[in-house]
């Protein structure tokens, strides 16, 4: 049981570069969310999602987009990447109030 | 605007020592209290609260909650090296169906 799977783990990008960043669930979780952590600051929400086809915005949205074309996957898109973004990112899921699971996160710089 | 304060933002302990971290939030449609524990990695679970007063207990952690005065607290006794860690607090609002996390404590337990 894989859990909570983010690929990829590690990533440079220049500035402008665009990039997605996959998250994958084998919970059957309807609810999936996107988290960036930056030194002080704890998570922040950037997207989520409370099921199939359905996104909305959390706290930080600006330069993100998120789809959610199936269950059990939530992407993370960067269209053109700013040195701002460089942070590590964790997607995680859940039943809805109940604990929320993490995936291993990706560390991205943005250069 | 929903909020979760954590404090004190950092604490160095010997081994032994007793501690009491706290977490108060304001969110409307409070559903649940989590409580995470953050090493090198990804956050993991500790415990979810759900109703006042019934503390909830792993090993020589332990936690509570308090709906009336919108706080709950997390205590770690004869607190050993390997609780060194971030610990972090979230609060879940059903209404929006979103987790928000407080900035973390961050623990360090001296040998």
């Known amino acids: 049981n894989a859990g909570v799977t983010q690929t990829p783990k590690f990533r440079v990008l220049k500035t402008g570069q665009s990039m997605t960043l996959l998250c994958a669930q084998d919970m059957n979780h309807e609810y999936m969310y996107w988290y960036r952590q930056d030194p002080g600051m704890g998570l922040r929400l950037i997207h989520y999602?409370?099921?199939?086809?359905?996104?909305a915005k959390g706290e930080v949205p600006d330069g993100y987009n998120v789809s959610r074309l199936k269950k059990q996957n939530f992407l993370l898109g960067l269209e053109s990447a700013a040195p701002s973004q460089t942070s590590v990112y964790f997607c995680?899921?859940?039943?809805?109030?109940?604990?929320?699971?993490f995936g291993n996160g990706t560390r991205l710089t943005v250069t | 605007e929903d909020k979760v304060v954590q404090s004190p933002l950092s604490l160095v302990v010997h081994e032994g020592d007793t501690v009491t971290l706290n977490c108060s939030y304001e969110?409307?449609?409070?559903?649940?209290l989590l409580w995470y524990k953050q090493e090198k990695k990804a956050p993991t679970f500790l415990f979810m609260l759900t109703s006042s007063g019934i503390e909830k207990k792993s090993g020589r952690l332990s936690s509570i909650l308090d709906k009336k005065e919108l706080f709950s607290i997390l205590n770690i006794t004869a607190t050993q090296t390997g609780d060194s860690a971030v610990y972090l607090c979230?609060?879940?609002?059903?209404?929006?169906?979103?987790?928000?996390f407080g900035t973390g404590t961050r623990l360090k337990v001296l040998a």
């Open positions: 979230a609060a879940y609002t059903s209404g929006t169906y979103k987790y928000i």
């Open positions: 995680a899921s859940s039943y809805g109030w109940t604990a929320l699971h």
């Open positions: 969110v409307t449609n409070f559903r649940s």
């Open positions: 999602s409370v099921g199939e086809g359905t996104t």
